[in-house]
């Protein structure tokens, strides 16, 4: 029997290994235990899935145990991406809501995020409960999807889009996007974030072409996941039709990439401070912003120079929303590429960010990159790096005991003002740059991130930490 664990953002595994019928149904059964022993019963669950292989049957496998076990299902009969379904759970007022997917992972991968009231990733406390409740399932119970439907307990919803779409596009300034008619190349990455997208740059009169979305269980041969390296095919289109931006979203529609109109890569890092200097000084949203500890210090220097404060919390969503929420952020986010933005989603949400994006672009007349260039002139260059370093599984307890429990660390040969253990390993140095050493939540990955002056200054801090590690 698979040990079901949900990670950073949800369970995830390989399919056909751990990712099965049998083990889908004993997460089905599991939130169902979970629902019961909190007193949650009498409200759905709303189900989406995105465009991996399976997505849509294990949808199905999820709410045909829900159902027999009496809890109502809110069905998406098509693709949705994770936004939709936190959104739609915070409108509709509901305890929970699954999403099948495995975001950015590759695709041999799929798994289940669990939603929790207002719209928010799933806590710690609560995922650590379902687990425990998992490991108890026996046989779990189900009825067929046909019969659910009939006897009124599945609910397939007709277009859960409308008022996801809607709420974004109120929060925007679509007249300044019309006037300004950006011509956008748009690379969906075959995942489920396509439809919201193009609804809301249509009705922006924004001209936009599509690549890359088509439904293929192997997304082109590659990662779901909008970095660098997996978006030359989309910067080469860009420079030679001549579009403004190039915009990229993950496979369930929660993260971005962005491409300017000569080539360069916008990283996640700078799209958040981009859009944080947008909104604080251009659209005056007065507010601190929030990052996880593997994101930019630049947004500290930002929020300085603004009269505000940068909150740092763990790596996981969860802890920005939360505290996003608490301290009233204008926007929170983090270095893979997630983003939500004051009175939204309490989730990352690609849809509304690239839309946001192209509102920033179109207001202030300059390109990505120029904007970049005024803000690097004022704060200083921030280059991230990071490396994800394959570990034999006899090794992860070796590694985990050297750094975090003897919390020995390399020489890395200049001033280190504080070492911080809160999540994984991370080392901050006086002159502003630092790097950090952490187990991956949802692959069998050990991440070393690092951000200097210059990459090969961040660089040389991930290299000394490797072979100190023996990587």
Same mark, same amino acid.
């Given at each position: 029997m698979a040990d079901i664990r949900f990670g950073t953002g949800g369970w995830r595994a390989v399919i056909g290994e751990d990712f099965t019928r049998d083990n889908i149904r004993r997460v089905g059964q599991g939130v169902f235990e979970l629902m019961k022993e909190e007193g949650h019963t009498e409200r759905p669950v709303v189900i989406g899935y995105d465009r991996r292989f399976l997505s849509d049957r294990a949808s199905v496998w999820l709410a045909e145990v829900l159902c027999a076990n009496g809890v109502k299902v809110l069905y998406m009969k098509r693709s949705a991406p994770t936004p939709l379904v936190m959104y739609t759970v915070k409108e509709e007022?509901?305890?929970?809501?699954? =999403? $099948?997917?495995? *975001?950015?992972?590759?695709?041999?991968?799929?798994?289940?995020?669990?939603? %929790? =009231?207002?719209?928010?990733?799933?806590? @710690? !406390?609560?995922?650590?409960?379902?687990?425990?409740?998992?490991?108890? @399932?026996? !046989?779990?119970?189900?009825?067929?999807?046909?019969?659910?439907?009939?006897?009124?307990?599945? $609910?397939?919803?007709?277009?859960?889009?409308? #008022?996801?779409?809607? *709420?974004?596009? *109120?929060?925007?300034?679509?007249?300044?996007?019309?006037?300004?008619g950006p011509r956008i190349l748009f690379d969906p990455m075959h995942g489920s974030g396509t439809y919201p997208l193009m609804a809301i740059l249509y009705t922006a009169r924004c001209t936009v072409d599509l690549m890359n979305y088509n439904k293929d269980a192997y997304f082109g041969g590659s990662m779901p996941a909008p970095g660098k390296s997996r978006l030359y095919d989309l910067r080469d289109r860009v420079?030679?039709? #001549?579009?403004?931006?190039?915009?990229?979203?993950?496979?369930?529609?929660?993260?971005? #990439?962005?491409?300017? *109109?000569?080539?360069e890569y916008i990283d996640a890092n700078q799209i958040l401070a981009m859009l944080y200097c947008y909104l604080h000084e251009y659209r005056?949203?007065?507010?601190? $912003? %929030?990052?996880?500890l593997a994101t930019t210090h630049m947004l500290d220097r930002m929020a300085e120079d603004y009269g505000e404060k940068c909150y740092e919390v763990p790596v996981g969503f969860k802890y920005i929303s939360a505290k996003l929420d608490e301290v009233d952020a204008v926007l929170g986010g983090e270095s893979s590429g997630g983003l939500t933005v004051r009175g939204h989603i309490f989730g990352k949400d690609s849809i509304y960010a690239a839309a946001l994006f192209v509102e920033m672009m179109s207001a202030i007349g300059k390109s990505p990159s120029e904007f970049w260039e005024e803000l690097t002139e004022k704060y200083g260059n921030h280059v991230m790096a990071e490396d994800n370093l394959v570990f034999r599984p006899e090794d992860k307890e070796s590694i985990d005991r050297t750094v975090m429990v003897e919390k020995r660390i390399p020489d890395f040969g200049k001033p280190i003002e504080k070492v911080g253990y809160e999540d994984g390993c991370k080392v901050y140095f006086t002159d502003g740059s630092f790097v950090i050493c952490r187990f991956s939540g949802t692959e069998p990955l050990l991440r070393i991130f690092a951000e200097a002056r210059d990459e090969a200054s961040a660089r040389e801090l991930i290299g000394r930490f490797k072979s100190f590690l023996s990587i």
């Amino acid at each position: 029997m698979a040990d079901i664990r949900f990670g950073t953002g949800g369970w995830r595994a390989v399919i056909g290994e751990d990712f099965t019928r049998d083990n889908i149904r004993r997460v089905g059964q599991g939130v169902f235990e979970l629902m019961k022993e909190e007193g949650h019963t009498e409200r759905p669950v709303v189900i989406g899935y995105d465009r991996r292989f399976l997505s849509d049957r294990a949808s199905v496998w999820l709410a045909e145990v829900l159902c027999a076990n009496g809890v109502k299902v809110l069905y998406m009969k098509r693709s949705a991406p994770t936004p939709l379904v936190m959104y739609t759970v915070k409108e509709e007022e509901l305890f929970y809501g699954l =999403e $099948v997917t495995a *975001s950015h992972n590759p695709p041999e991968y799929n798994g289940v995020k669990l939603i %929790v =009231e207002e719209g928010r990733d799933a806590p @710690v !406390e609560r995922t650590q409960r379902l687990e425990e409740l998992i490991a108890k @399932v026996g !046989e779990p119970a189900y009825i067929p999807f046909e019969k659910a439907v009939g006897d009124g307990l599945a $609910v397939c919803l007709k277009n859960p889009f409308n #008022g996801f779409i809607d *709420s974004i596009i *109120s929060n925007l300034d679509m007249n300044v996007i019309r006037e300004h008619g950006p011509r956008i190349l748009f690379d969906p990455m075959h995942g489920s974030g396509t439809y919201p997208l193009m609804a809301i740059l249509y009705t922006a009169r924004c001209t936009v072409d599509l690549m890359n979305y088509n439904k293929d269980a192997y997304f082109g041969g590659s990662m779901p996941a909008p970095g660098k390296s997996r978006l030359y095919d989309l910067r080469d289109r860009v420079i030679a039709g #001549g579009y403004e931006l190039g915009i990229a979203t993950d496979g369930d529609g929660d993260r971005l #990439g962005i491409i300017d *109109s000569n080539g360069e890569y916008i990283d996640a890092n700078q799209i958040l401070a981009m859009l944080y200097c947008y909104l604080h000084e251009y659209r005056g949203w007065k507010g601190p $912003v %929030v990052r996880n500890l593997a994101t930019t210090h630049m947004l500290d220097r930002m929020a300085e120079d603004y009269g505000e404060k940068c909150y740092e919390v763990p790596v996981g969503f969860k802890y920005i929303s939360a505290k996003l929420d608490e301290v009233d952020a204008v926007l929170g986010g983090e270095s893979s590429g997630g983003l939500t933005v004051r009175g939204h989603i309490f989730g990352k949400d690609s849809i509304y960010a690239a839309a946001l994006f192209v509102e920033m672009m179109s207001a202030i007349g300059k390109s990505p990159s120029e904007f970049w260039e005024e803000l690097t002139e004022k704060y200083g260059n921030h280059v991230m790096a990071e490396d994800n370093l394959v570990f034999r599984p006899e090794d992860k307890e070796s590694i985990d005991r050297t750094v975090m429990v003897e919390k020995r660390i390399p020489d890395f040969g200049k001033p280190i003002e504080k070492v911080g253990y809160e999540d994984g390993c991370k080392v901050y140095f006086t002159d502003g740059s630092f790097v950090i050493c952490r187990f991956s939540g949802t692959e069998p990955l050990l991440r070393i991130f690092a951000e200097a002056r210059d990459e090969a200054s961040a660089r040389e801090l991930i290299g000394r930490f490797k072979s100190f590690l023996s990587i």
